[in-house]
């Protein structure tokens, strides 16, 4: 079993920054591809940002790419998600994902169906 646990959320003006952090339980983390998803007010849960195990490869989504950054430290056994040049539309519960069968130490998971493991969320708001 693997827990999540999200923190670093919280109120921003448009503009700012913010980390957030997800901390895994378990020993397995350094096999995991890990991803952020968010789920803004009254919309689906959306992919934002995912990284392979070994680190060595990310996937961003079109509308985060260049403000947000994914990086992971498996000896921590923790995912990192940098957000940067925050607007109110990114104002949603960001949700830190685990895939603990991706096949490959390079491949970045990036589906709803491919996370086996969630944690609680974060709730991030961008002020305007």
């Known amino acids: 079993q693997v827990q999540l646990v999200e923190s670093g959320g919280g109120l921003v003006q448009a503009g700012g920054s913010l980390r957030l952090s997800c901390a895994a339980s378990?020993?397995?983390?350094?096999?995991?591809?890990m991803g952020w998803f968010r789920q803004c007010p009254g919309k689906e849960r959306e992919f934002v940002a995912g990284?392979?195990?070994?680190?060595?490869?990310?996937y961003y989504v079109d509308f985060v790419k260049g403000r947000f950054t994914i990086s992971r430290d498996n000896a921590k056994s923790t995912v990192y998600l940098q957000m940067n040049s925050l607007k109110p539309e990114d104002t949603a519960v960001y949700y830190c994902?685990?895939?603990?069968?991706?096949?490959?130490?390079?491949?970045?998971?990036?589906?709803?169906?491919?996370?086996?493991?969630w944690g609680q969320g974060t709730q991030v708001t961008v002020s305007s």
């Open positions: 378990g020993r397995s983390f350094s096999s995991y591809s």
């Open positions: 994902a685990a895939d603990s069968r991706a096949l490959t130490s390079e491949y970045v998971s990036h589906f709803k169906y491919e996370f086996d493991y």
């Open positions: 990284i392979s195990s070994s680190g060595g490869r990310v």
